[in-house]
Each structure stands twice: as structure tokens, then as C-alpha cells.
């Protein structure tokens, strides 16, 4: 069983990813991972020594070659339970982000095969019970306070 909560706050250290849900020109910008037949949207884990924010920039750049953009921070999360990232089921806690891309450029060499630009979701999601209430999160955000498309 898989559950993903919203926090307004949690202590900075226990941050240990950035989720990117990004748009391109009003198109869903989505990842396909070399090893995987599925969709994923940008993000990764902490390295040591980097903000969360600096996590966010560096992982959207290097799963989308996106080089200029407009990110904003939309909440923080947590998953518990067992997945592809968290084999101890524990819960975690990342920090959810929307960026609106301004520029692209080639995708950098890296684990993400292609970039697909999309008008609307896929539905073959790699953590089809985590990444489509992300995604929805940052929707009622963009609609809400009508950020950018």
C-alpha cells in the first residue's frame, strides 16, 4: 500500500528528493527512463550538500535539457510504503515543484532516453499510485492561482 501525504512544512534535512512537474510552450514536458517502458515526470534524489532547490534545477536540466525556466515550489510530500526508490517502505519526504520551461536544449547524456512533449497525460506512469496525485497537486495549483500554461 502505497500513501502520499502533503506537509506545509518539514524540516529541511529530511527533504530527500525534488519532484518537477513542468510544462513546455503549454505541453506536458514527460521523461521516458532508458530501462523503462514507462512515463516519468523530472526529479531525483538530494545530493549531499544541495538545497532541495538546487536538487530541482539539477534534475530538471538533466531529465529534460531544460536550461531556462520558472520554478516554483508547490509543497512538500511524503510516500510510505514500498516502491522502486524505497525498498524499507519507510516514509520520505521530497519537495514538489512546477517549472514553466522557457528554453530546451539537447538532452544531456544520462539515464532519461527520450523528452516527450504532450498535450495531455499519459496514463503509463512508473509510480502510477505517486506521480498522478503529484501531478493533480500541481494542477489545482496552476488553475488555482493561474500560474503559467
Not at 534524489?45 to 531544460?66: D, P
Amino acid at each position: 500500500m502505497i500513501e502520499v501525504k502533503f506537509y506545509d512544512y518539514v524540516e529541511d534535512g529530511l527533504l530527500r528528493f525534488a519532484v518537477i512537474v513542468a510544462k513546455y510552450k503549454g505541453k506536458w514536458v514527460v521523461c521516458k527512463h532508458k530501462e523503462r517502458d514507462t512515463y516519468e515526470v523530472a526529479g531525483g534524489h538530494r545530493e549531499e550538500n544541495e538545497s532541495i532547490f538546487e536538487t530541482a534545477k539539477r534534475e530538471l536540466y538533466e531529465e529534460t535539457g531544460a536550461c531556462e525556466f520558472d520554478l516554483k515550489p508547490v509543497s512538500v510530500y511524503s510516500v510510505t510504503g514500498r516502491n522502486r526508490v524505497n525498498s524499507s517502505g519507510e516514509e520520505i519526504y521530497g519537495m514538489l515543484y512546477y517549472a514553466d520551461i522557457k528554453t530546451m536544449e539537447e538532452l544531456p547524456d544520462s539515464e532519461i532516453e527520450k523528452v516527450y512533449l504532450f498535450d495531455s497525460l499519459p496514463t503509463e506512469w512508473t509510480y502510477p499510485l505517486i506521480q498522478p496525485i503529484l501531478i493533480n497537486k500541481v494542477e489545482k495549483l496552476i488553475f488555482k492561482n493561474n500560474i503559467s500554461n
